[in-house]
């Protein structure tokens, strides 16, 4: 069985600070791990994802990730945060590929200030 | 060309109601999910098809019946409508590695 623990249910930030995101994970099988973005009253966006390549993974609009096994982690990171990116985000877990289901974190909302 | 489309956007029913969600998916890919997202956020898996076949089926009620006449279709038919059924629904599809999702259905039963 698969799990996804967001630690922090809302994150402020004001722009141009760093962001940070907590994801801690559990899974029976090498996971494939995701990160999400959902804006207000929008559908769901890929962010990026790790599927057991390289443990640094860069995706969109500046953010990255780390996939941290020893730790079980996979932190949302971006060196400098912009008015753009409050949204709701969510870690994302899944046993492997193909039709296994994600499975999903309760997400993290994140609120930038000016 | 929209990859994950599902109509419609919103739906208002009354309770009781029986109501139809249609969701396609022109990227070829295999596998099929439809996810509910409560008022908290929270994204729950409700199936998942793979080649038209159910895979998953998370104890669901068994008023939620999806339908896959081919693979790039999951419709999903709810009968029975209850207030606790307002929700945003999502499709996915899924290939190999990430799902693409659609834009949700906003569901509100009254």
């Known amino acids: 069985a698969q799990s996804v623990t967001q630690l922090d249910s809302h994150v402020s930030v004001s722009e141009g600070t760093p962001v940070l995101l907590r994801c801690n994970y559990s899974?029976?099988?090498?996971?494939?791990l995701f990160w999400y973005v959902q804006h207000p009253n929008k559908g769901l966006q890929l962010l990026l994802k790790y599927t057991s390549a390289a443990t640094l993974v860069k995706g969109i609009n500046g953010f990255e990730a780390e996939f941290k096994k020893s730790e079980t982690s996979f932190h949302l990171t971006k060196p400098s945060a912009h008015m753009s990116d409050a949204a709701e985000y969510f870690c994302v877990v899944s046993s492997g590929t193909g039709f296994q289901k994600l499975v999903f974190g309760t997400g993290t909302r994140l609120l930038v200030s000016p | 060309d929209t990859a994950v489309s599902q109509t419609p956007k919103y739906l208002v029913t009354q309770m009781g109601n029986d109501k139809s969600i249609k969701c396609e998916q022109n990227l070829g890919h295999d596998t099929m999910y439809w996810y509910k997202q409560d008022s908290k956020k929270f994204l729950k898996i409700m199936f998942s098809?793979?080649?038209?076949?159910?895979?998953i089926n998370e104890t669901v009620p068994n008023r939620f019946s999806p339908k896959s006449p081919d693979k790039a279709h999951l419709n999903l038919h709810i009968n029975s409508l209850e207030l606790g059924d307002s929700a945003v629904y999502f499709c996915?599809?899924?290939?190999?590695?990430?799902?693409?999702f659609g834009q949700g259905t906003r569901l509100t039963v009254v």
């Open positions: 098809y793979n080649n038209k076949e159910l895979i």
């Open positions: 996915a599809s899924r290939q190999n590695t990430e799902a693409f």
């Open positions: 899974s029976s099988y090498s996971p494939s």
